[in-house]
């Protein structure tokens, strides 16, 4: 596959570096918090509803600073955000008692509501709109890249150091990130207009409110398994790193699909991309019901889960980013990001307590039903929605 790194400048490479390092040093946290609060004494629920406040609080920041990053400047943004998850790793480092994870739960939602829809908005601010899709391809791949690199090395220092040492280095990981966004030139999207018009522009977009049931799904699944999968494998009594490495693998299928994508997205357009990654993505999760202990069942699953999620994030933001006008960039990806908090929230407690009930098979497979479903809602909704805009 030949790669050409479309519409690349020295600020996107700088936004891409600060992206990298960010969703590190927040995946590789992620990926060790909800075993760390099961080993202090929490509960199979107990720890879903810890897991539940990282989006939780997320939902609160996240439309107000969109709302300021557009008047002010993605940039300040992002360099709070790393700045919040530094502190929250270090935090962790110091704390016994797994009542202090939901503190740290709170400043990572915090730093996700600072951070994540400032950093989509600023591809587009940085970079130039006519290669929107490979911008927003190769953020969506270091994301991805992240992954690879950051569960897998949180895994393997809790195993063969601890905790401890493992908060210190994504500490290190989160703090270089805002190093990386106080680089960036001072730039803002020129908004004009007061913050209840932009609001107002945005929620009146079909397609935006339309498109909002993808980061709702993928929001709630994605935090779910996280936490769930963390759960399954100590109550299977298997080393943290099962999960380092099967995060590996959905980062690297992962990687590969992103970058893909644009290819997909100017072959079959943006939306049958986007409903084949969700379905791609209901297939994996259906196998982890097939989970015993067996890693390679694991690793399937993550291979198309990865792929699926490589297909659906940087064609959703396409969407979304192409059909909004500049000056609201930074609101409109606070809106449609602010879905996935309230999906991984209201994911994370629901799905955690269909599995302390009924068991780990039942939440995938409640899954892989809402995944399909909002497959179909989407593909039929929004070829409505786009064509009646297009006028036809």
Same mark, same amino acid.
């Given at each position: 596959m030949e790669l050409k790194p479309k519409g690349l400048n020295g600020e996107v490479i700088l936004v891409i570096i600060s992206v990298?390092?960010?969703?590190?040093?927040?995946?590789g946290i992620g990926s060790i918090i909800s075993r760390f609060s099961r080993e202090l004494g929490a509960d199979t629920f107990e720890t879903g509803l810890i897991f539940s406040l990282g989006p939780f609080i997320g939902m609160f920041t996240r439309i107000p600073s969109g709302l300021m990053a557009d008047k002010y400047g993605s940039k300040y943004f992002m360099i709070f955000g790393g700045v919040m998850v530094t502190i929250s790793a270090l935090y962790a480092s110091t704390i016994s008692e797994y009542t202090g994870v939901y503190i740290v739960r709170v400043l990572q939602g915090i730093s996700m509501g600072l951070f994540i829809s400032a950093s989509i908005a600023a591809i587009s @601010?940085?970079?130039?709109?006519k290669y929107l899709t490979h911008l927003l391809s190769y953020r969506a791949a270091v994301i991805s890249l992240s992954g690879l690199i950051g569960p897998l090395l949180t895994t393997y220092i809790v195993d063969h150091v601890g905790y401890r040492e493992a908060f210190y280095t994504m500490a290190l990981f989160g703090a270089v990130s805002a190093l990386s966004s106080y680089m960036l030139p001072h730039k803002k999207s020129g908004v004009e207009r007061g913050s209840g018009g932009r609001i107002l522009e945005v929620v009146s977009n079909r397609i935006v409110i339309t498109l909002l049931i993808l980061p709702l799904v993928n929001g709630g699944i994605f935090f779910a398994l996280n936490s769930l999968l963390q759960d399954h494998v100590y109550t299977l009594g298997q080393p943290?790193?099962? @999960?380092?490495?099967?995060l590996f693998v959905v980062g690297l299928i992962g990687m590969v699909s992103r970058l893909y994508a644009v290819k997909l997205i100017d072959r079959i357009g943006s939306i049958n991309t986007l409903t084949t990654g969700i379905i791609v993505e209901a297939l994996g999760v259906s196998i982890l019901t097939l989970y015993d202990g067996a890693e390679i069942m694991l690793h399937l699953a993550a291979s198309l889960f990865g792929g699926g999620i490589g297909l659906t994030v940087p064609s959703g933001q396409y969407i979304l980013l192409s059909n909004v006008s500049e000056d609201t960039r930074n609101t409109a990806t606070a809106i449609y990001a602010s879905g996935f908090d309230v999906g991984g929230t209201l994911g994370v407690i629901g799905l955690s307590y269909v599995a302390s009930i009924y068991g780990f098979e039942a939440s995938y497979t409640v899954?892989?039903?809402?995944?399909?479903s909002s497959g179909s809602f989407l593909w039929i909704s929004l070829r409505r929605v786009c064509r009646s805009y297009s006028g036809g």
């Open positions: 990298f390092l960010y969703f590190t040093s927040l995946g @601010i940085y970079g130039y709109i943290s790193l099962v @999960i380092g490495r099967m899954m892989a039903l809402i995944l399909a």
